[in-house]
């Protein structure tokens, strides 16, 4: 920075990511980072991670959200545990991994619930992945869903929409790699 301010970490839930990873990667953590010192040309971000090994640190990318997309600001050569990057402007951040797929096609699947847990029928449930195609379906007369044959190591949005109840995330960015069960929306009472 070119004076001297304050700067302003904070962590985002992975479910509640403005926009999918790109295909392959897997979030690790994502924060939103803000200043208000005035600066010019990159700023260096830098993040610790200490809970990764140095072989998975290797494999790390940061990426910042610009114009809703999801850019690799990754900075050359970094060292372990501390993971940076070269950004013209601060929002989103997030740090990624690969994903390591288990088998090709994987599925999603959960309940639709209200408050007080029992399931809640005819819900439309959306599961929007990376290449733009757009996957339906409605829960049970017991609440579940299951979305079959998504493709693996991609992230994803998976929507839920009701006439009758509200969610408090209504929009979940998922990594999938692998099959994933108990995606579940609770209404809220």
Not at 159 to 179: E, L
Request: hydrophobic share 40%.
């Amino acid at each position: 920075m070119a004076t001297t301010g304050t700067a302003t970490e904070t962590p985002i839930d992975g479910a509640a990511l403005p926009a999918p990873l790109p295909v392959g990667q897997a979030l690790h953590l994502a924060f939103n980072i803000s200043t208000n010192a005035p600066f010019t040309g990159n700023a260096t971000v830098c993040f610790a991670v200490p809970t990764v090994t140095p072989a998975e640190f290797a494999d790390l990318k940061v990426y910042h959200l610009e114009a809703g997309v999801w850019v690799d600001r990754t900075a050359p050569g970094n060292v372990y545990p501390t993971l940076c990057s070269l950004t013209p402007s601060f929002s989103p951040f997030a740090i990624a991994k690969p994903l390591v797929p288990s088998s090709s096609t994987v599925s999603v699947s959960g309940r639709v619930l209200t408050a007080n847990g029992q399931g809640i029928k005819n819900t439309i449930l959306s599961l929007s992945l990376a290449d733009g195609t757009v996957v339906r379906t409605r829960s049970s007369s017991f609440g579940y869903y299951r979305f079959d044959n998504v493709e693996s190591g991609q992230s994803a949005v998976l929507s839920i929409h009701s006439k009758r109840y509200t969610f408090a995330q209504p929009n979940r960015v998922i990594s999938i790699s692998d099959d994933l069960t108990s995606v579940d929306f609770i209404a809220e009472p």
